[in-house]
């Protein structure tokens, strides 16, 4: 199995930005943590970030050429803007699971809507980094 992890904008700066909200570990000990995970269970796994919406795009659309079995997406603030990440994941067609570290339904109201969601099967949020753990186990189920 074959996963792309992709983080939005403001994701590389994990234990720097609002650690009150998102704590203190840093964006290199969410990868690794990912990356160990999906060693064990032995998935094949590409971790990319970008702070722009059209390199999210790329990234999404090129997963369809790489023949990625799943994709988990961390939009960031894009999930509440960004139609052209929900017509990527649709085009696409690749299954996947949208994931937030915080719980981002007890925050401010413009954070209520996700566009990501209307293509996801799954959302994951409030449970910190393990949230990507278990979207990349239900991604597994699927295969």
């Known amino acids: 199995m074959k996963i792309l992890v992709l ?6 700066m994990l234990g ?3 650690p009150d909200i998102y704590g ?3 964006y290199d000990d969410l990868i690794s943590l990912i990356k160990s995970h999906c060693k064990e269970k032995g998935i094949e796994v590409e971790c990319l970030q970008s ?3 059209g390199v999210l795009v790329d990234y ?4 369809f050429f790489d023949k990625v079995d799943g994709i988990v997406i961390n939009p960031g603030a894009y999930t509440h803007t960004s139609v052209a990440l ?8 690749i299954p996947a699971v949208e ?3 915080s719980k981002v339904n007890e925050r401010e109201a413009f954070r209520q809507i996700s566009y990501v969601s209307y293509y996801c099967s799954k959302t994951i949020t409030g449970k910190g980094f393990d949230g990507y753990i278990e979207a ?5 189920t699927l295969a």
Do not use: C, W
Request: no cysteine; net charge negative; charged share 15%.
């Open 7 to 12: 983080n939005g904008p403001n994701l590389n």
């Open 16 to 18: 720097i930005r609002e």
């Open 136 to 140: 990349i186990d239900y991604l597994g």
């Open 86 to 93: 929900l017509d990527a994941l649709k085009a696409v067609q």
């Open 99 to 101: 994931v937030h570290i």
């Open 24 to 26: 203190s570990s840093t």
């Open 51 to 53: 702070n722009h919406e």
């Open 60 to 63: 999404i659309q090129q997963a």
